[in-house]
């Protein structure tokens, strides 16, 4: 009983209701103890090492980013996130330093995306997720940059997110610019600001 209730100290100061099978070795627990919670029912495994609390409020945004820590919620998935596509992803998209690799990313509903490490930090933010939990993803300037610069993003969406973003009280032009010539999509940028403003 003492294993539980010191679990259950570990769940109560996540305030998330997750635990890592390493947080249950620092405490000086065996992890079989977590094996014991699945199967009564209490937990459930989300991915290895990363278990939830049955009764949880499950957030994919945010359980995805405590697995993949690297990970910044980008393209697509940002744009919905940060309120700028009202059509929420099928699959989430993910963008990773290159040279990253995590074989269980193929397993998972994602869509990856990697970047030169010079790329990597620049834009990210904290927000929180629609469930109020903290995740990482990429500012709005950089997404636009990032949508324009690849493919597969629907023309839709970034004509919708372009117009959004003109009419902005918030937009930042001088900071749009800057990223579309650090990522090299400055002319692709200037067609739609010169079409929309």
């Given at each position: 009983?003492?294993?539980?209730?010191?679990?259950?100290?570990?769940?109560?100061?996540?305030?998330?209701?997750?635990?890592?099978?390493?947080?249950?070795?620092?405490?000086?627990?065996?992890?079989?103890?977590?094996?014991?919670?699945?199967?009564?029912?209490?937990?459930?495994?989300?991915?290895?090492?990363?278990?939830?609390?049955?009764?949880?409020?499950?957030?994919?945004?945010?359980?995805?980013?405590?697995?993949?820590?690297?990970?910044?919620?980008?393209?697509?998935t940002a744009l919905y996130l940060l309120g700028y596509s009202d059509r929420a992803p099928a699959k989430y998209t993910m963008t990773f330093p290159k040279g990253y690799h995590a074989p269980s990313l193929n397993r998972e509903n994602l869509i990856v995306k990697r970047v030169v490490p010079d790329h990597y930090e620049f834009g990210r933010i904290k927000i929180g997720s629609p469930s109020g939990n903290p995740i990482c993803v990429y500012d709005l300037e950089r997404t636009l940059c990032d949508i324009l610069r690849g493919s597969g993003s629907d023309i839709q969406i970034i004509g919708e997110a372009m117009r959004r973003y003109a009419a902005s009280r918030d937009k930042n032009i001088y900071k749009l610019m800057q990223y579309a010539d650090r990522l090299r999509v400055k002319p692709k940028v200037l067609r739609y600001m010169e079409v929309l403003l």
């Open positions: 009983m003492r294993c539980k209730e010191k679990i259950e100290e570990l769940l109560e100061a996540s305030e998330d209701g997750t635990v890592t099978a390493a947080q249950v070795t620092e405490a000086g627990l065996h992890r079989s103890i977590l094996q014991e919670l699945v199967r009564d029912g209490e937990m459930y495994r989300f991915a290895r090492g990363l278990y939830v609390r049955s009764d949880a409020w499950e957030d994919d945004f945010y359980l995805l980013q405590r697995r993949y820590g690297r990970g910044i919620y980008s393209h697509d």
